[in-house]
């Protein structure tokens, strides 16, 4: 890995569903240290600046501004994997308080 660890939130170059373009997005980093020793994935949540609309496994971050975002963010329960080149840059840190809630939301979305 390449100095990132679970809860870094980076920008992300996501590629559409489709698969017609690509566009740089927040994301939290879910995956561990060791995961990224043996892979060259990374696996990671989506982060978004709506947040009128909160889904299942979705956290609003209380502090959004330590985590490197402008504006209050949810982290979504939405997971990719993706090549750790994909990575552009760090943004900032999710505080422990909010990556305990993040995990909790995923095991009860994943039923873990």
Request: no cysteine; aromatic share 6%.
């Amino acid at each position: 890995m390449i100095g990132f660890s679970q809860g870094d939130v980076v920008l992300v170059n996501f590629v559409f569903s489709d698969e017609s373009g690509v566009k740089h997005r927040p994301a939290m980093i879910l995956s561990t240290d060791r995961y990224h020793r043996s892979r060259q994935e990374v696996m990671v949540a989506a982060i978004t600046s709506n947040v009128q609309r909160l889904l299942v496994g979705d956290h609003r971050l209380r502090a959004w501004r330590e985590a490197g975002r402008l504006y209050p963010s949810v982290v979504t329960g939405i997971i990719r994997t993706v090549k750790q080149e994909m990575i552009s840059r760090q943004l900032g840190t999710v505080v422990t308080a909010d990556l305990q809630t993040v995990k909790r939301k995923l095991r009860e979305i994943l039923e873990l």
